[in-house]
């Protein structure tokens, strides 16, 4: 036994340090955007759209090229007196080259602007998986406080139950109880026992979503922090969907994604169009070659090399006369993709619109249900006090009594449901203006 409590105490020390406290929900929520798989798939994405835009940038620089070749040559050749000799050559060749793009039709500004733009809209995509995985998180983390509140409940009721169930074996003995009311009073145990088990069954479940959420390597000593106060009394008035559609397209990484997409593809379309202007680029370069020949008399390798040795910059201009119309063809798909993502925009803030206008509605159903849940459980609350008074003073029989405890755990577990959406709700609609996911 002592060897056991021995291990116990030392995995206690070796867990890791997140199970030592209890965490809040900003907490959670920092923790899930840090180490989610599909953010992190979203920040690579990102990374890719920056080094994109790098190598728009350097395409403004100028290139470099080396070459260096050998090679040999065997056999009958023709000379320059026209005859045919068997002479064995060979030739060693150096070269480097360099190149300025100094006008292409603004290709390279307009490929810049492009690349910045679509780094934009990666990095709001990421914004957008963040949004997405803090409301999950937020949603399972109410979660558990419900599942929470609903375990201690179930708990209330078992000590209710034993302390029904002393008074019921007090009046056995005194005769005041039949057997059948006893046995009545220890099966209702029983059942509040086995109620309470599976209630805090579905608390450590809700715990284990939560943490698989946050990527935990295990849910073991594991916990959140409950508000301090009243969620519910922290809250205010939902503003109209209007008020709140104003904010969010203003903030709304989805929308400004599109937006940007949609600037990114009038820059697509000066780029298609780029390849109607001539194109001028500056080259230069060095080169020097050795030349030996078999049987002869040939100049040394280094001589030749300087002899050899030439230079030569100049300017070369391409002008586009006809390509099969593949210029027009790719200047109308840059427009059509323009058309689409203008669309694509559109249809994202209608749908934005739709979004708050439910979530709206929602928390003002939720805001209902919950005054009305609040004042069933109360009322139910009262009838069960009641009720639990005339049990105990035997005007009421068993049945009666679990009538009235069913029909109050019920409204309570009611309230609670209704509670937690309301909570979700509003928090949901106030994340649409930017309000961060916080419980106080």
Same mark, same amino acid.
């Given at each position: 036994?002592?060897?056991?409590?021995?291990?116990?105490?030392?995995? #206690?020390?070796?867990?890791?340090?997140?199970?030592?406290? #209890?965490?809040?929900?900003?907490?959670?929520?920092?923790?899930?955007?840090?180490?989610?798989?599909?953010?992190?798939?979203?920040?690579?994405?990102?990374?890719?759209?920056?080094?994109?835009?790098?190598?728009?940038?350097?395409?403004?620089?100028?290139?470099?090229?080396?070459?260096?070749?050998?090679?040999?040559?065997?056999?009958?050749?023709?000379?320059?007196?026209?005859?045919?000799?068997?002479?064995?050559?060979?030739?060693?060749?150096?070269?480097?080259?360099?190149s300025v793009p100094l006008f292409t039709g603004l290709q390279i500004p307009n490929n810049i602007a492009l690349s910045k733009l679509n780094l934009q809209a990666a990095l709001e995509?990421?914004?957008a998986a963040k949004e997405n995985v803090s409301i999950q998180v937020a949603s399972s983390y109410l979660q558990v406080l419900f599942n929470d509140e609903l375990a201690r409940v179930a708990h209330e009721q078992v000590d209710l139950s034993r302390e029904m169930l002393v008074q019921r074996e007090a009046y056995f003995r005194n005769g005041k109880a039949s057997e059948s009311e006893l046995y009545e009073a220890k099966s209702r145990v029983?059942?509040?026992?086995?109620?309470?088990?599976?209630?805090?069954?579905? $608390?450590?479940?809700?715990?284990?979503?939560?943490?698989?959420?946050?990527?935990?390597?295990?849910?073991?000593?594991?916990?959140i922090v409950s508000p301090q106060t009243d969620a519910v009394e922290n809250l205010g008035t939902p503003l109209p969907p209007a008020e709140i559609y104003a904010d969010a397209l203003l903030i709304k990484p989805v929308i400004k994604a599109a937006q940007y997409r949609l600037?990114?593809?009038?820059?697509?379309?000066?780029?298609?169009?780029?390849? $109607?202007?001539?194109?001028?680029?500056?080259?230069?370069?060095?080169?020097?070659?050795?030349?030996?020949?078999?049987?002869?008399?040939? #100049?040394?390798?280094?001589?030749?090399?300087?002899?050899?040795?030439?230079?030569?910059?100049g300017l070369t201009l391409s002008i586009p006369i006809f390509n099969r119309l593949a210029t027009r063809n790719r200047v109308r798909s840059a427009r059509i993709q323009q058309t689409t993502l203008g669309w694509q925009l559109e249809d994202s803030k209608k749908t934005l619109y739709k979004e708050i206008q439910q979530a709206y509605y929602n928390t003002l159903s939720a805001q209902t249900q919950y005054t009305s849940s609040r004042t069933a459980a109360e009322a139910a609350k009262v009838s069960f006090d009641l009720m639990k008074e005339r049990y105990m003073n035997g005007k009421a029989n068993?049945?009666?009594?679990?009538?009235?405890?069913?029909?109050?755990?019920?409204?309570?577990?009611?309230?609670?449901?209704?509670?937690y959406n309301y909570i979700f709700r509003f928090k949901i609609l106030d994340f649409y203006r930017g309000v961060p996911l916080e419980l106080k």
């Amino acid at each position: 036994m002592k060897f056991s409590y021995l291990f116990i105490g030392i995995g #206690a020390m070796c867990m890791p340090v997140h199970a030592q406290q #209890a965490w809040t929900l900003k907490k959670c929520i920092d923790y899930a955007i840090e180490h989610n798989l599909t953010i992190k798939q979203q920040e690579a994405s990102a990374e890719q759209s920056k080094i994109e835009l790098s190598t728009a940038k350097n395409s403004r620089l100028p290139d470099l090229n080396g070459s260096a070749s050998h090679s040999f040559s065997f056999g009958r050749s023709l000379q320059a007196d026209n005859t045919y000799n068997s002479i064995n050559t060979q030739n060693t060749g150096f070269s480097l080259s360099t190149s300025v793009p100094l006008f292409t039709g603004l290709q390279i500004p307009n490929n810049i602007a492009l690349s910045k733009l679509n780094l934009q809209a990666a990095l709001e995509d990421l914004n957008a998986a963040k949004e997405n995985v803090s409301i999950q998180v937020a949603s399972s983390y109410l979660q558990v406080l419900f599942n929470d509140e609903l375990a201690r409940v179930a708990h209330e009721q078992v000590d209710l139950s034993r302390e029904m169930l002393v008074q019921r074996e007090a009046y056995f003995r005194n005769g005041k109880a039949s057997e059948s009311e006893l046995y009545e009073a220890k099966s209702r145990v029983a059942q509040d026992e086995l109620s309470a088990v599976q209630a805090d069954n579905d $608390y450590q479940l809700a715990l284990l979503d939560l943490s698989q959420l946050l990527e935990l390597p295990s849910p073991d000593g594991f916990a959140i922090v409950s508000p301090q106060t009243d969620a519910v009394e922290n809250l205010g008035t939902p503003l109209p969907p209007a008020e709140i559609y104003a904010d969010a397209l203003l903030i709304k990484p989805v929308i400004k994604a599109a937006q940007y997409r949609l600037e990114g593809a009038q820059k697509s379309i000066r780029i298609a169009q780029s390849a $109607y202007y001539p194109q001028l680029s500056l080259g230069a370069g060095l080169s020097t070659n050795y030349y030996k020949m078999s049987g002869m008399d040939n #100049a040394g390798f280094g001589s030749q090399l300087r002899d050899n040795f030439s230079q030569y910059v100049g300017l070369t201009l391409s002008i586009p006369i006809f390509n099969r119309l593949a210029t027009r063809n790719r200047v109308r798909s840059a427009r059509i993709q323009q058309t689409t993502l203008g669309w694509q925009l559109e249809d994202s803030k209608k749908t934005l619109y739709k979004e708050i206008q439910q979530a709206y509605y929602n928390t003002l159903s939720a805001q209902t249900q919950y005054t009305s849940s609040r004042t069933a459980a109360e009322a139910a609350k009262v009838s069960f006090d009641l009720m639990k008074e005339r049990y105990m003073n035997g005007k009421a029989n068993a049945t009666e009594f679990n009538e009235s405890r069913t029909a109050w755990m019920r409204a309570v577990s009611d309230q609670l449901q209704a509670k937690y959406n309301y909570i979700f709700r509003f928090k949901i609609l106030d994340f649409y203006r930017g309000v961060p996911l916080e419980l106080k």
